[in-house]
């Protein structure tokens, strides 16, 4: 058993697998691509689930996998949960909007919206734990603002860029909270620039990396960093596309995707479009060193190189992580490096492969679990993976289309504002009541109570919770019926009268 952050009812199922993830060193390739190609308007849904207590929400269905299905499945604590953004309507996703699932798959807050959601997860704000999420309207990036969360699911801040980026200008890609109340935010404003050096015009526009960070109980800007005081357009890899480099149509040469503390003094800023990681200083912005890209202060260890990276962490042991998109025929892969700044290389300490070759073009994360365990999200592709600190696939899980930004495990406790629901389906004599309580993470069991009316009343059925949605059948239900939530005490959380 898993000593400190498994999930609820057995982290993703977690299997004993032993996989070989060593001695992989991928040839570097450059995609062009930057979002998936929209199919036809007439897509095939994916599979999803669907409520009779809830008819309007159809989260997609998640299968957790492992490479060998005869292997022992490992008890676990039920003490965390995993954090989705599902979306790209367009190939087939069967939601859009935030969602958080427990170990099996099955849904514990479904928020469905008619636009994509980027960067959901749980974090620490002024010391209680909050959800946190982008919305706004995107592409390949974005303009919008940044959703805090409580654990009603009640909102309590909304941050967003400011300066002379104004409001609404935040961009999907970062997010994070810092343990001094302040958010670390991205944003892509587009700005005229000469383009010769790319084969575009002398007086062209392109779309510039700016990163801030912003009070988030005051909204005042305490740092901000922008691109082209520090990076020349020159050293994109980012093809020039015909028709762009125009006011409508920027050129994006950097592509900033994430920004993150590195100490005290400094920040990491990953920028996919040129291959690098910058290690920014947070007094005067100066880039005090690159690792990747043309001008690469590293050299790299053997399989140590990556390109088109995502979310760039320095972690407590000195490491950095992030995830190598790379693209096909090559795997896209989790990546631990450790950085000697004496000698200035970079050496390869873990790769995490998937089990089988999996290019992620765009997207995708690394997060490092409090048990020493890795995350890894997939990104573009419809996947996500835990390992061990030393690179052993424990399980793999797939949510069946779509894609979501970044993944995340947790340990999160809801407690939702807003009632139960409940749904009263007779036959003759009996009846099958569908409970479920979006976003509840205490109910152990639900008990139905049914009579003439409220007064006479009496216990019909108790039952364990079984996923989202509890059916609990009724042999002689009456014309009154109530469902009460338990915990595990039998204490009453909330009840529901079923209309």
């Known amino acids: 058993m898993r000593p400190s952050i498994t999930p609820r009812a057995g982290w993703l199922l977690a299997a004993l697998l032993t996989v070989a993830l060593t001695g992989w060193a991928p040839a570097v390739q450059h995609p062009t691509a930057v979002t998936p190609t929209p199919t036809s308007s007439a897509v095939t849904k994916a599979p999803a689930r669907h409520f009779v207590s809830r008819p309007d929400l159809t989260p997609p269905v998640i299968t957790a996998t492992t490479a060998d299905a ?52 749980e974090q620490t704000y002024q010391g209680r734990p909050v959800l946190t999420y982008w919305a706004g309207a995107s592409s390949s990036y974005g303009h919008g603002d940044v959703v805090v969360l409580d654990q009603t699911y009640t909102r309590v801040a909304t941050v967003t860029t400011g300066g002379d980026l104004g409001a609404h200008q935040a961009d999907m890609h970062e997010t994070t909270i810092t343990p001094q109340g302040t958010m670390l935010l991205t944003s892509y404003p587009e700005v005229r620039a000469d383009l010769s050096s790319t084969g575009g015009p002398k007086d062209g526009w392109v779309l510039e990396g700016v990163a801030q960070e912003v009070d ?53 800023i990953s920028a996919r479009n040129t291959h690098t990681v910058y290690e920014v200083a947070r007094g005067t912005g ?70 089988a070759a999996r290019a992620a073009a765009t997207q995708g994360d690394v997060q490092v679990l409090p048990d020493g365990n890795v995350m890894v999200g997939w990104g573009q592709e419809p996947y996500y993976s835990e390992y061990t600190a030393g690179g052993q696939l424990l399980s793999d899980a797939t949510f069946t289309a779509g894609s979501s930004y970044r993944a995340f495990v947790a340990p999160w406790t809801g ?6 629901d409940a749904v009263l389906r007779r036959s003759g004599s009996a009846g099958t009541v569908y409970v479920s309580w979006n976003g509840a993470t205490q109910v152990a069991s639900w008990r139905v109570l049914t009579g003439s009316d409220a007064s006479d009343a009496a216990p019909a059925a108790t039952v364990p919770r079984a996923g989202f949605e509890t059916a609990i059948p009724v042999k002689h239900p009456g014309s009154y019926v109530e469902v009460q939530a338990l915990d595990a005490a039998g204490t009453v959380l909330r009840s529901v009268v079923v209309g």
Not at 110 to 121: L, Q, Y
Not at 415 to 420: C, G, K, L, R, V
């Open 70 to 121: 005869g292997l022992a499945l490992a008890p676990a604590a039920e003490s965390a949960d995993v954090f989705l953004g599902p979306k790209d309507l367009d190939t087939g996703v069967a939601m859009q909007g935030e969602l958080i699932v427990d170990a099996h798959g099955q849904p514990v807050w479904v928020d469905g919206s008619s636009t994509g959601t980027f960067d959901f997860r």
């Open 216 to 268: 988030i109980a005051t909204g005042r800007v305490l740092f901000e960093w922008r691109s082209l005081d520090h990076v020349p357009i020159s050293d994109t890899f980012q093809p020039l596309s015909p028709g762009q480099g125009t006011q409508a149509n920027p050129f994006d040469y950097l592509h900033m995707n994430s920004v993150s503390q590195d100490g005290p003094d400094h920040l990491l």
């Open 286 to 355: 100066a880039v005090t060193w690159q690792l990747g890209g043309r001008h690469s202060s590293f050299t790299f260890g053997p399989g140590a190189a990556f390109a088109w990276q995502h979310d760039a962490r320095r972690q407590a042991d000195g490491t950095l992580t992030l995830f190598d998109n790379e693209a096909p025929p090559t795997s896209s892969r989790g990546l631990r490096l450790s950085l000697d700044t004496s000698t200035m290389t970079a050496t390869l300490v873990v790769q995490y492969l998937p089990p």
């Open 415 to 420: 407690t939702p504002t807003a009632p139960p």
